[in-house]
């Protein structure tokens, strides 16, 4: 019986089968090296891929230009059309436009989306009646056309999905269909030029900042939620709503001779006066950090202009009334004086003199005290009744002091 030799492992036992070895570590380093080739090699392509897309933008910029400004032209809505409507009114957009911003949202779609999809929700709604129960379901078929036409494959709902953010309220097929009647309705006209499609290339002119562009956006959203930017060109309200972004953030505006410093004034004053009451769920999505906060800090923008305008419109304070009394000339006893009110009142004798007080008692009467030359007084003195027991003291009191001079 021939026997079978197992053959022996390279290695000893190990309980976790993994096997440490020298040549682990140069393996390692030839697989880190050439990863950080490829690496060098997708920075090397990109840096070529932008160098050209700038010497191609910069020969075909003006026909780019033309044709933008010729495809906005042609997918404007009528706001007018619009208003014929007889079930849906504007009062139920902020709702529907909500619901778009949190799906676009969660689905992490490009910005030029949602403006595209609000887009085809309002061509659409100007060339057919849609009722009530239906406008939800025309904003989704919207935004699942605006999303396979420029958004990345991966991202793209599904109808499962839409199905359920609507919470069953429609089939599977009613969304297909609805998607075809939008596109057989435009015409298969999709390629609508949006905001941010005229916003990045005023953005282009100077160096790229990423706050301006995120609060450029947020405005140009808030536009979308009111009727009187439905017909306005997206060129016009890309240009005023950066115009309007720096402003807030107190960036230096674009130079005249610039594309993006044609702005028109009365968009951004009409875009301004929006920015008091933003929808909360748009306020929500733009409080994130990553996108710059930009609702925040339209918030403390606001609070600083109400406070400027509050004190503006209170009335100012009056200065502190400094009162300085006039040098009054010294008393002379011997000078004429301004009469005075004699507080007194009935106190006073005759001669308008008044009582002397009592004389007082002290050191002044004392034995060595030297009366001194006083001036002759101004009123004549007082006289003195004539009272037997005060006459009998004054004669004692001489009579003392002339005896005994030495007891005074």
């Not at 840096?47 to 026909?63: H, I, P, V």
């Not at 509050?310 to 502190?320: E, G, I, L, Q, S």
Request: glycine content about 4%.
């Amino acid at each position: 019986m021939a026997y079978h030799q197992q053959p022996q492992p390279r290695y000893g036992h190990c309980d976790s089968y993994w096997v440490e070895s020298h040549d682990d570590g140069v393996y390692a380093m030839r697989a880190e090296a050439r990863e950080r080739q490829r690496a060098i090699a997708r920075m090397q392509q990109r840096a070529l891929a932008e160098e050209l897309s700038r010497l191609t933008a910069d020969e075909y910029q003006e026909d780019i230009m033309q044709h933008m400004i010729h495809m906005e032209s042609q997918t404007i809505p009528d706001v007018n059309s619009i208003d014929i409507q007889t079930e849906i009114q504007w009062f139920m957009r902020p709702y529907l436009l909500d619901f778009l911003v949190e799906a676009h949202a969660a689905f992490q779609l490009l910005p030029e989306t949602l403006f595209l999809a609000v887009n085809l929700l309002d061509r659409y709604c100007s060339r057919r009646v849609v009722y009530k129960r239906h406008y939800q379901l025309v904003g989704c078929a919207a935004l699942l056309i605006a999303a396979k036409y420029g958004d990345k494959k991966d991202r793209v709902p599904t109808v499962r999905e839409l199905k359920s953010m609507c919470c069953s309220l429609y089939d599977d097929e009613m969304f297909t269909q609805m998607e075809w009647h939008v596109l057989q309705t435009l015409n298969w006209v999709i390629g609508h030029t949006t905001v941010d499609a005229f916003l990045q290339i005023a953005l282009s002119e100077a160096p790229y900042d990423a706050e301006v562009e995120h609060m450029t956006l947020y405005i140009a959203e808030i536009a979308l939620f009111h009727k009187e930017f439905v017909s306005t060109r997206p060129s016009v309200l890309a240009r005023s709503a950066l115009a309007l972004a720096r402003c807030v953030l107190s960036r230096p505006q674009a130079r005249t001779t610039d594309w993006a410093g044609a702005y028109d004034a009365q968009t951004v004053i009409g875009l301004s006066n929006h920015l008091y009451q933003p929808s909360l769920v748009l306020s929500r999505k733009y409080a994130s950090m990553h996108l710059s906060n930009v609702s925040g800090t339209v918030d403390e923008f606001l609070a600083r202009q109400a406070q400027m305008a509050r004190r503006a419109a209170a009335p100012p304070t009056p200065p502190p009334t400094v009162t300085v009394d006039e040098a009054k000339p010294a008393s002379d006893a011997y000078g004429p004086q301004t009469p005075q009110k004699n507080p007194y009142g009935a106190a006073m004798v005759q001669h308008g003199c008044m009582t002397p007080p009592i004389t007082p008692e002290g050191d002044h009467f004392g034995q060595g005290y030297v009366v001194k030359s006083q001036p002759m007084p101004a009123y004549p003195t007082t006289p003195t009744p004539d009272h037997p027991a005060n006459m009998q003291q004054q004669a004692q009191y001489y009579h003392n002091s002339y005896l005994h001079p030495q007891h005074m």
